[in-house]
Structures are given as C-alpha cells and as structure tokens.
C-alpha cells in the first residue's frame, strides 16, 4: 500500500492505480489533429468519388466538428479524444448520413474512408510523446511495488506500442484496450481489470483526462477519482474528479504510509 501526495498532500491509499493513455500519459493532440486532417481529406476524396452530389466544403466542416477539431485545437472531450476506432466510423458516417447518404452507403464510405488513411500510411505512426513526469511516475510506481495499469480506448497494439516506444512495458501489469469488451467507458471495464489485477477497485485510483474515464470510475468503486488536464492546449472540463492534476511533477508517492 502506498500513499499518493498531490503537491505534498495526500490523497489515497492505494495498491494500485490505472492510467488513461491519450491526454493522460500520451501527448497525443499533435498526433491526432495531424489523424482528423488526413481522415477529413480522404473523406472527402473518397465521396466526391462515390457521391458527387455531396457538399465537400459541408463535409470537411462538419467532420472538424463531430471530430472535435477548433481553431487547431482538438477538443478534450471530442470524439476524436475520447472514443474508440469504431465510435469514430460511426460519428463519420452520421455526418455522412446528414448531408444526403443512407446508412450502408455512409457506413460503407466511411470504413473506405478510415482504411485508405491507415493502409496509405499517410500519418507517422511513430508514438506519441510522454507527458512530462509521466514516465518517472510509473517507474517510481513500479520501484515501490504498487501495481499500474492502462485503460484506454486505443487497440491492444497501440497501448503496447507507446509502453515498448517509452521502454515502461515492464512497469504495466495489465492493459485494457479498445479490443477488450466491454470497452471503456463501461464501469464493468474497470471491474473486470481489477479483477485481472487482483485488486479491489476501493484499493486503486484511475487518472483520466475524459469526463466519462471519472465518471466510469466513480461508479466502479475507485477508491481516488483523479482528474488530469494537462495533456492538452484546451484543459478539459472534469467535475466528477476528486482531485485535479495539472503536471504529473505534482503527483508522487509516499511509501511509508
Ligand atoms: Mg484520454
């Protein structure tokens, strides 16, 4: 058991602690404002192609907007930062859908849309930054025998990607990605982890960046409910969080608790 001090204060007592990866351990807006562009000009490609009726200046606005995307800043709480692969599919083909498209053409479209970019290798696929301190933490986590873990809505391959890029596989006991089911944010997500890491959830705390990560948590039982807004150029809004973290230099561990 150890004790987690928010710049010197402590907060929780916990044996462990689960971690969000984009905007949490991840600098991930670069990475993905550099994704929603090349998803939006192949979008609009691909329907010019297939659908010439449609509105190509209408599309890319509207798929900046259900990403998420403002004055090249990414929304922290937009589709593109929070959901899954699948839920992005998804939100494209409604915006497909609301300028003229039935749903198997919109869905169709969209899929086409999303596996040109990732077969065109037309983003670098390079992982994305640690978050200052972030790295040091889980080693020091690790050090002091308090079991971490990453849930996040990215694919089993790109958690252990960024882990191995990062050189923190071995500080992560277990992860729970978008290929997991059910998928975050479903409390049963963070049930059924602990249940892999042997933990009762009153004895971990989960860091996110994502309203719904803390809201998941709040209802699984978490024992310290952490809100992380330094990840991104626009701090995100977390009033389910019971403690704020703004730089993960705040946040350190007392073992002598
Ligand atoms: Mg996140």
């Known amino acids: 058991m150890a004790q987690l001090l ?17 905007g949490t351990l991840s600098h991930s807006e670069p990475h993905l404002l550099e994704l929603a562009e090349a998803r939006i000009k192949k979008a609009i490609e691909i329907a010019q192609e297939k659908t010439p009726a449609l509105q190509a200046p209408a599309l890319g606005d ?8 403002h004055n090249g800043m990414l929304d922290p709480g937009g589709t593109l930062a929070v959901a899954s692969r699948q839920d992005n599919i998804a939100s494209t083909a ?25 077969q065109d290798n037309l983003i670098d696929t390079t992982p994305s930054p640690l978050l200052n301190g972030a790295g040091q933490l889980m080693r020091d986590l690790y050090q002091q025998g308090v079991t971490a873990a990453v849930i996040s809505n990215d694919t089993r391959s790109g958690i252990e990607d960024f882990l191995a890029h990062h050189e923190l596989k071995a500080c992560v006991a277990s992860i729970w990605s978008a290929d997991d089911h059910p998928r975050k944010p479903d409390p049963q997500a963070v049930l059924e982890l602990c249940e892999r890491l042997d933990l009762p959830p009153q004895r971990c705390a989960l860091v996110g960046d994502a ?7 709040l209802e699984a039982g978490i024992g310290g409910v952490i809100g992380f807004t330094g990840g991104w150029s626009r701090p995100p809004e977390l009033p389910s969080a019971q403690y704020l973290l703004h730089s993960w230099e705040d946040l350190a561990l007392n073992t002598a608790a």
Do not use: Y
Request: charged share 20%.
């Open 6 to 22: 928010l710049k010197e204060n402590p907060i929780c007592n916990c044996q462990g602690v689960l971690f969000d990866k984009d």
């Open 62 to 69: 509207t798929l900046r907007r259900a990403f998420g995307v």
């Open 94 to 118: 409604t915006v497909l859908c609301l300028l003229g498209c039935s749903w198997p053409q919109a869905l169709a479209l969209a899929h086409a849309c999303f596996d040109a970019v990732d």
């Open 211 to 217: 309203e719904t990560d803390l809201q998941m948590a």
